[in-house]
């Protein structure tokens, strides 16, 4: 570390999700009041969400503000930058970013730098899928997936084609993993808790699909657990795609 007398060693955090905020969190508590090091975390949103309750937030069975905090409430010690990482000079330790109204470029200097920047989900090996599919990662894809399976509901309450019903009432969800196992059974319920309102549809019409590349669905869970979630999605009425692994996807197809 830098004398105090010199200007501050300079710590700057990419990425305000779990990673980055505790990163912060945790640094800027060890060092509690001192100057000698500067704290700044950098990201394109000024909250924090919390991902594992996005499907209940999609479900309705909690608001989206039950979700989400303020950056700097979390991390008060810490500086706080909004702006979207461009790119990094590792030469001259500094991150290109654009910010404000303007969509300005500023470099921001570095001593350290810590990655937290996340992942993207990744379509390009799967024609059609991003075309067609909807994602499940931030608040908007919540609210966006929500809308979707009320408008399918409404759509399939008035469409006498059966065919086109059962589209219209046929929901595939990608990936056993944490959020695909939690968003099928959220959105199993969320169906389960509206159909009383749909008089023209009935419940056997309603067709739940988990597509899993593996044999066991949340493999990062013991052996048990992940069976019991497995039993309670049959019991809800969700079919199993196991060993399955998405190619392909158009309007009606997957
Ligand atoms: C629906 C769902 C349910 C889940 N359930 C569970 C669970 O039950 N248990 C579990 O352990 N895990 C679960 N996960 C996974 C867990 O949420 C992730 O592993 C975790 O959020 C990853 O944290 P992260 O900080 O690495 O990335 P992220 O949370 O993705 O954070 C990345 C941050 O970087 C910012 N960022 C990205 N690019 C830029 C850029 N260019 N410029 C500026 N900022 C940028 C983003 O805005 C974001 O703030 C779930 C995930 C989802 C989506």
Not at 78 to 85: G, L, P
Not at 190 to 206: H, T
């Amino acid at each position: 570390m830098k004398d105090s007398v010199e200007a501050p060693t300079r710590v700057v955090i990419l990425g305000g999700g779990f990673a980055g905020v505790y990163t912060a969190k945790h640094l800027t508590d060890q060092l509690g009041r001192r100057a000698d090091v500067q704290v700044e975390l950098l990201s394109e949103e000024n909250y924090f969400v919390f991902q594992p309750l996005l499907p209940e937030v999609a479900a309705g069975g909690i608001a989206a503000t039950h979700v989400v905090n303020p950056i700097r409430e979390l991390v008060p010690r810490a500086r706080f930058r909004c702006c979207s990482v461009v790119s990094i000079d590792f030469e001259r330790k500094c991150v290109q970013v654009s910010q404000g109204a303007g969509l300005e470029l500023v470099e921001v200097p570095y001593d350290h730098l810590v990655f937290c920047l996340g992942k993207v989900t990744h379509f390009a090996s799967m024609p059609g899928v991003a075309e067609h599919a909807l994602a499940m990662k931030d608040l908007a894809d919540a609210f966006r997936l929500r809308n979707h399976v009320v408008r399918c509901l409404e759509l399939a309450d008035i469409e006498t084609d059966p065919e086109l019903k059962q589209a219209l009432l046929t929901f595939v969800v990608a990936g056993g993993g944490f959020s695909g196992v939690e968003t099928i059974g959220e959105l199993a319920e969320l169906v389960s808790r509206s159909l009383k309102y749909f008089s023209r549809i009935d419940p056997k019409e309603i067709r739940f699909k988990l597509i899993h590349a593996q044999e066991r669905i949340l493999p990062e869970m013991p052996e048990p657990l992940s069976l019991a979630a497995r039993q309670i999605l049959e019991r809800r009425g969700v079919e199993m795609l196991l060993g399955a692994r998405v190619r392909a996807a158009s309007p009606s197809e997957v």
